[in-house]
């Protein structure tokens, strides 16, 4: 059997599933289709990766590692997991894939040779089922486990992370890692958390404040991965997706040229432990950032703002937090990447109405009057976002803040 195809010295381009462009009438469809077809890049994975090996070298040693909702046949994760085998000292590495007719955006899949000339080709089965490639013994008898030992067969069904025989991986396993469907993100979490299991996924930054997720940030049982948000990660996309101008040219200039796309807003979720999470941020203090702040919106004024309906200052920037503050602080969601659960706690975030009304002891709505007065003065004005009145009596809204105290 062939298994050059996915060998992790080849380049994507030089992988034989060819994707083929879609015809002008799937252009516009693909528009409006919710587009879950971004793929992981080497780099990214490998210095992810790498912090968690810094922290723990043995933190992969001995586990069986499940990666979903991947396209084995030339994901990233199945090259780097199956390169790193023996290094990392895996007991088992497990891929599965989702049928090209199941996925959303259709790009016209075509067969890998790797598929096609393996007498187990079904061509009843190649665009309908999901795929299981399996690394755990010496099959070619080398004296090493590497991509050259996986074995692969069609799953049941299509492959989806939730149905009973992805969910049975699901339990083998002790870590997940992928980068799940974005449209599905939510429900990926919960399927990873109602087993318990260790992962390490990719998300939008904007899952922060997701319902499903934002309750496991707070308890520090989930937190964000060892690589910042601030680098913009960039995605292979099929050939023939519709890709932004301007974020095209941003994986251009970050050497990503062809068929990708830069996606600004993506991160690492996880509850692997790393320990970049335990730096704390070298912070000034109140007196220091009035006097020396880089921001001209902190710099020479006699105070932080404060909100109107929270009993909390605002603090626009990280690096603005003052460290000798004892109240509450409304931070912008980009904390969490410099969280330091030694050195802050998390109290909650704002715009959740049920806590305000139920749990918090620092919020005050405005009057009736007033909320509908701000309401005509602003469509997106809402009674639970922070907001700040100004000289004239003016409410504006600040964008998402998650409310911060420092630790005793
Ligand atoms: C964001 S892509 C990432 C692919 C790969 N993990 C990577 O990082 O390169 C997510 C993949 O999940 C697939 N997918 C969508 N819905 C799925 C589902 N319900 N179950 C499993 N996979 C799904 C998509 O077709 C897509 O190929």
């Known amino acids: 059997m062939d298994l050059s195809v996915i060998n992790p ?9 060819e994707y083929v462009p879609m015809a002008n009438q799937n252009l516009s469809s693909a528009k ?41 046949e030339w994901s990233n994760f199945t090259k780097f997991f199956a390169q790193k085998f023996q290094t990392f000292g895996l007991k088992k590495l497990i891929s599965t894939s989702y049928a090209p007719e199941s996925k959303k955006y259709k790009y016209g899949y075509q067969p890998s040779l790797f598929e096609t000339n393996d007498p187990q080709f079904d061509e009843g089965k190649t665009q309908t089922h999901g795929k299981i490639f399996v690394l755990e013994r010496d099959k070619s008898g080398d004296g090493r486990i590497d991509y050259q030992d996986i074995e692969w067969s069609y799953l049941e069904g299509d492959g989806d992370f939730r149905s009973k025989e992805v969910c049975k991986l699901r339990d083998e396993a002790d870590i997940i890692i992928t980068n799940p469907p974005f449209s599905l993100f939510r ?23 997701y319902r499903e997720v934002f309750p496991y940030l707070q308890k520090n049982k989930i937190w964000l991965g060892a690589t910042g948000f601030v680098s913009d990660m960039v995605f292979g996309v099929p050939k023939g ?40 941020l070298p912070l000034m203090n109140k007196a220091e950032n ?18 109107d309906n929270f009993e909390a200052i605002d603090v626009p920037y990280v690096d603005a937090i003052p460290s000798d503050y004892e109240g509450i602080m409304g931070v912008p969601i980009t904390f969490l ?28 709505p405005p009057s009736k009057e007033k909320a509908e007065y701000y309401k005509k003065q602003d469509k997106t004005w809402r009674i639970q976002n922070p907001y700040i009145l100004d000289d004239d009596g003016n409410a504006r809204v600040v964008y998402q803040r998650i409310f911060i105290r420092k630790k005793q």
Not at 187 to 209: C, P, S, Y
Not at 263 to 280: D, K, P, V, Y
Not at 344 to 363: H, L, M, N, P, Q
């Open 9 to 17: 010295d080849k380049t994507a381009s030089a992988l034989k599933t």
């Open 32 to 72: 409006t289709a919710k587009n879950d077809e971004f793929y992981t890049q080497l780099h990214d994975i490998q210095v992810e990766v790498n912090a968690y090996l810094e922290y723990d070298p043995d933190v992969f040693r001995g586990k069986t590692v499940l990666l979903p909702c991947d396209d084995p």
């Open 187 to 209: 429900e990926f979490v919960g399927w990873i958390i109602a087993a318990k299991k260790k992962f390490l996924i990719i998300g939008n930054i904007n899952a922060i404040t």
């Open 241 to 280: 997706t519709i890709v932004k101008p301007s974020d095209k040219a941003k994986a251009e200039r970050l050497g990503y040229v062809g068929n990708f796309t830069r996606l600004g807003n993506s991160c690492w979720f996880t509850n692997l432990e790393h320990g970049r999470r335990h730096q704390a």
């Open 290 to 307: 009035l006097k020396f702040s880089r921001h001209k919106d902190i710099k020479g004024k006699m105070d932080y703002e404060r909100y």
């Open 337 to 364: 990447d410099k969280y330091c659960p030694e050195q802050f706690e998390i109290v909650w975030r704002g715009g959740d109405i049920e806590w305000c009304e139920k749990e918090c002891d620092f919020y005050t």
